[in-house]
């Protein structure tokens, strides 16, 4: 019953108490100036009545006129002698206090006759007559009185059920969310404990546990998916690994077993120094897609002129295209510029031609070119090599994913991962797509000519 | 005899870098701390400092900006685990002169602190000369003996690097990063292509070859005997 929620169950019930009364005592307080300004204004016009009358007999019949119809016994008035005595009316003794002349007043009197007996508390004016006597006329507020009694019980039979109702409300929304809570905490430890497929209830409503759960699967989802992808690197690296350095045994144990020369030893051991070789560069790469993957550095940004880019890539390449009997093209007329990293550019480019080059076969064509496309510029690797199925092309750029057609060709399989790491740094697009063969593009917006 | 100062930590890495260095003709001196090793750096009595980055309670880098301030300019070799190339940059900057990320083959090292022992001299010659073959850097040509060689720019480069520190082991990385000025470690056979090409056209079938590849550890260009 500690939860916050209750507690700010308490507190809006408390500030609602509060607004309510003040509320009322304003209206009160309203509703009390208004009559007293109505029993003033009445009071005067029935002293004025009297006064119109021009003889004492004249008042004294005005007065018991004004007096006839009073059935709520609210109505008072009296003509008073010089001497205090009355003359005619229904109160006792002129009020003491009452200034004549000197406008409405809140006094006690003492009724006479039916009424009479107890002290009442009313508004009254005192007006001194031509013959010096003094007419008092006076009204109770007993409907102010009337008012306060309504207000009271209206109080008592709104606020108590409106608190009630108030503390249900949030002693139903403190479960709620208790339960909300609850749900999320073993829904997570559940996740935690391995279930990675557990998930919170869809939500049904837009209300912010709604929107919670939406947004806690959706967390979910993420580092399910992270983790997954984690493991399937772990195989992975773990196959890939074991490749090289199975050939490293082999040929290590032949070499002890075998070797009866210095020769052969030494070739026995040069192979395991390559397999070992391929085993740190697997590890290298890796390391190197981390690290770029993890770079938030900005700050070596530059403005990269591509077209020269692209040429010295082609450069670098173009005697290994021709060694491996594959034609290379490399255009590169346009003159964009975009703002990057231009070694970790290079690299990416290079990558993307070292991969084609790799995958076309003998007597394939492999082109490198740099195009505009609207504000973009792209660069583009397309080769006639075995291409890639359709449903490939998202996994072509995970880590490790070689497809099947190039299990046997030799690389790393991470030369794309590569590319995609260089290119979401720098938030261009990479794209891969089935042509002939196939097409790789990087595309970046081009900040001038 | 060369006399080679190894700040490094691990003693196991230290033992086998020292062993190598002493079979190739070197006296090593070790520290095993950044504190001794800025002590002995600051004798400045090595002709060359192997200082690995990450020593207990120092930076390496910290040591070298600490003795180049104080003018100590012995090359210094920088060796690391972390393989970051902005790494490679800081360690460069600080004052080291070359940068090699671990786990490296002994050769690569040794090729390096060969390298850095005989760093070309600020050599202002426009013609270089090794043996018969000689390179203009004004005129852009090279010859062999009577025989031009037509070469393309990056070619021409290639060989003015190795003209420049003729006799010593190039290892594959190390041209890699100078002749093409890449930092990053290329998949592809790359370099052995492109030296394949200068090979084809420095050293003719019948001629006695100048450029040769040690297998399995770089290139070195040489004057026939």
Same mark, same amino acid.
């Given at each position: ?234 195989? $992975?690296? &773990? ?7 199975? +050939? !490293?045994?082999? #040929? *290590?144990? %032949?070499?002890?077993?075998? /070797? ?93 031609? $070292?991969? &084609? ?7 394939? +064509? !492999?082109?490198? #070119? *740099?195009? %505009?496309?609207?504000?973009? /510029? ?72 | ?225």
């Amino acid at each position: 019953m500690r939860s916050t929620t209750f507690r700010w169950t308490l507190v809006v019930s408390a500030a609602f108490t509060v607004c309510i009364l003040l509320m009322f005592a304003f209206i009160l307080a309203q509703a009390h100036r208004m009559m007293t300004s109505d029993i003033d204004r009445l009071i005067a016009g029935s002293a004025e009545g009297v006064v119109a009358g021009s003889t004492a007999e004249e008042r004294v019949l005005r007065i018991d006129e004004h007096l006839r119809v009073n059935p709520r016994q609210a109505k008072f008035g009296a003509l008073f002698a010089p001497d205090g005595r009355r003359i005619a009316g229904n109160i006792a003794s002129l009020p003491p206090g009452l200034t004549r002349d000197g406008g409405p007043q809140l006094v006690t009197i003492q009724a006479t006759g039916a009424s009479g007996g107890n002290a009442q508390t009313v508004r009254a004016v005192a007006q001194a007559m031509p013959d010096g006597s003094t007419l008092v006329i006076a009204r109770t507020d007993y409907e102010f009185t009337w008012i306060v009694h309504t207000v009271e019980r209206a109080l008592l039979l709104g606020l108590i059920p409106t608190l009630c109702l108030a503390f249900a409300v949030g002693v139903f929304l403190n479960g709620r969310a208790q339960r909300g809570v609850e749900e999320v905490n073993r829904t997570v430890q559940r996740f935690v404990a391995g279930e990675l497929a557990e998930r919170l209830p869809a939500p049904r409503t837009n209300d912010p546990f709604g929107r919670l759960a939406g947004l806690v699967n959706g967390i979910l989802d993420e580092v399910e998916s992270l983790i997954r992808r984690l493991a399937g690197v772990g195989d $992975d690296i &773990a196959h890939d690994l074991r490749t090289p350095l199975t +050939r !490293v045994r082999v #040929s *290590l144990e %032949r070499a002890r077993q075998k /070797a009866s020369n210095l020769d052969e030893l030494q070739r026995s051991v040069d192979q395991a120094i390559t397999g070992l070789d391929q085993s740190l560069a697997i590890i290298t790469a890796l390391l190197r897609i981390a690290e770029i993957e993890q770079s938030r550095r900005m700050d070596g940004f530059r403005n990269v002129a591509l077209a020269e880019m692209v040429r010295e890539v082609g450069d670098l390449y173009e005697p290994i295209a021709e060694d491996k009997k594959v034609a290379f093209a490399v255009s590169a007329a346009d003159d964009a510029i975009v703002h990057g990293d231009r070694d970790l550019l290079f690299e990416a480019v290079a990558n993307m031609v $070292d991969n &084609a080059v790799k995958f076309t076969p003998e007597g394939g +064509r !492999v082109e490198l #070119s *740099l195009i %505009r496309r609207g504000d973009d /510029a792209v660069v583009q690797v397309s080769d006639s090599g075995p291409g890639i199925a359709a449903g490939e092309v998202d996994m072509v750029a995970k880590r490790f994913y070689r497809s099947d057609k190039s299990r046997r060709a030799p690389g790393l399989g991470l030369g794309l991962s590569l590319v995609a790491a260089i290119v979401k740094l720098h938030g261009f697009r990479f794209s891969i797509s089935p042509g002939p063969g196939c097409i790789a593009e990087i595309s970046g917006h081009r900040i001038a000519a | 005899m060369p006399k080679a100062l190894l700040i490094e930590d691990d003693s196991e890495t230290a033992e086998e870098i020292k062993a190598e260095l002493v079979e190739r003709g070197f006296a090593v001196e070790w520290a095993a701390t950044g504190i001794e090793g800025l002590d002995k750096a600051r004798q400045a009595d090595a002709d060359v400092m192997i200082v690995d980055r990450m020593l207990p309670g120092v930076d390496g880098l910290t040591i070298i900006e600490q003795i180049r301030k104080e003018s100590v300019r012995t090359p210094v070799l920088v060796l690391s685990a972390l393989g970051a190339v902005d790494d490679r940059i800081r360690g460069l900057r600080a004052g080291g002169d070359d940068y090699l990320t671990k786990p490296f083959a002994i050769g690569e090292l040794i090729a390096r602190i060969e390298a850095l022992l005989r760093r070309p001299a600020d050599n202002r010659d426009t013609v270089l000369r090794v043996g018969p073959l000689e390179l203009d850097l004004l005129a852009r040509t090279a010859r062999r003996g009577d025989r031009a060689l037509d070469l393309l720019p990056r070619e021409f480069r290639l060989l003015e690097y190795m003209m420049r520190r003729k006799e010593q082991l190039l290892t594959r990385a190390m041209l890699f990063e100078e002749v093409w000025n890449y930092k990053f470690v290329p998949t592809s056979n790359l370099v052995d292509v492109h030296m394949g090409r200068l090979r084809r056209k420095v050293d003719l079938p019948e001629e006695p070859p100048m450029i040769q590849n040690i297998r399995g550890e770089g290139f070195i260009l040489r004057a026939p005997a």
